[in-house]
């Protein structure tokens, strides 16, 4: 489990070291950041994940979809929230174990995703992958994972789902 306030590139360094070793392009690794929402896995691309907090308090906004749990305050910087129980369509519950992955890109945080736990960053082949054609517009494929089957966001079409 990564703990609050994590940065996760430095949890991926030894991760990254073995990458340039493997040589057909159907079969590069990419880093992922694996979670859990509700029963069910899912991961987001390492390089799209800034950093894990533990649930704060989170400002509610009036007359927002409940997708929109809230705007996080980080450092001065407003955050939109996201409820992974919402964008899954299950009942909403959050612990104080609860965390928010915080969502950017080019560096800049642009939106913060509340799941249940957050798990690890491992290694998945991109040949392993599996597309979705009728599955939610965030859904970027699924892929099986020992007993497990991880659901790959993609997000910048997670992005997408409060614009």
């Known amino acids: 489990m990564i703990h609050a306030m994590s940065t996760l590139p430095e949890l ?22 694996t979670l859990r929402i509700g029963r ?4 987001l691309p390492l390089e ?6 533990r649930l704060p308090d ?11 749990a809230g705007v996080l305050n980080l450092r001065g910087t407003f955050l939109p929230v996201l409820d992974g ?19 950017a890109f080019d560096g800049a945080p642009i939106l913060g995703l509340l799941v249940d736990e957050v798990e690890e ?29 991880i659901i790959l966001i993609d ?3 997670l992005r997408l789902v409060i614009a």
């Open 12 to 33: 991926a360094v030894t991760l990254r070291s073995g990458a340039s070793m493997i040589q057909s392009p159907s079969a590069l690794p990419e880093l992922v950041v």
């Open 40 to 43: 069910q896995h899912y991961a």
């Open 48 to 53: 799209s994940v800034s950093q894990v907090v």
């Open 58 to 68: 989170l400002t509610d906004i009036a007359g927002a979809p409940p997708v929109l």
């Open 85 to 103: 129980h919402v964008l899954i369509n299950i009942p909403s519950t959050h612990s104080l174990d609860s965390s928010i992955l915080v969502i």
């Open 121 to 149: 960053v491992q290694h998945i082949s991109v040949a392993q992958i599996v597309n979705l054609s009728n599955g939610a517009a965030f859904i970027r494929g699924i892929l099986r994972d020992g007993d497990r089957s």
């Open 155 to 157: 997000p910048v079409a």
